[in-house]
């Protein structure tokens, strides 16, 4: 009974220091909240991935940013956040995401939504998917 009591201490010990820990994080750099650039009604989103906490989330992005410069996420109406890394023509999809799952590009499970829903760009910055401007 010692035992069971002593090990019970040991992983309620862990949790709180787990706890601790997680708590005195710095705050996520670059997260924001701006609009989600409308695609569209032939396009599509790219995802990726996707992760209940945006901390998560923007580490998944940052690790595609180096072949996908618009590697973005966004947040989902469930609370969750979508990595996405392009935006795919509906003509295209198919091909795209068979050809970029057999070069490893992507993982497996990706595939291209609509994403309507989205409710705003939680990272980067700076919206990779804003039309560019022509400085006229």
């Known amino acids: 009974m010692k ?8 992983l ?3 949790a709180g ?7 005195q994080q710095p705050p996520v750099s670059g997260a924001v909240k701006r609009s989600v650039t409308p695609l569209r ?3 599509f989103w790219l995802q990726v991935a996707s992760r209940e906490a945006l901390t998560e989330a923007i580490a998944v992005a940052e690790q595609y940013r180096p072949r996908f410069p618009r590697a973005a996420v966004l ?3 469930n609370g969750w956040y979508a990595i996405v890394v392009d935006v795919v023509r509906n003509g295209e999809v198919k091909d795209t ?3 970029m799952k057999a070069s490893g590009l992507i993982p497996d499970d990706s595939y291209a939504t609509p994403g309507k829903t989205f409710l705003w760009i939680a ?8 039309p560019v401007s022509s400085g006229n």
Do not use: G, K, T
């Open 75 to 77: 947040q989902a109406p």
């Open 123 to 130: 990272w980067p910055d700076i919206d990779p998917y804003a």
């Open 41 to 43: 009604a032939d396009e």
């Open 12 to 14: 309620l010990s862990a």
């Open 17 to 23: 220091f787990a706890h601790l820990a997680v708590a």
């Open 97 to 99: 995401l068979a050809r």
């Open 3 to 10: 035992l069971v009591r002593l090990a019970l201490f040991a």
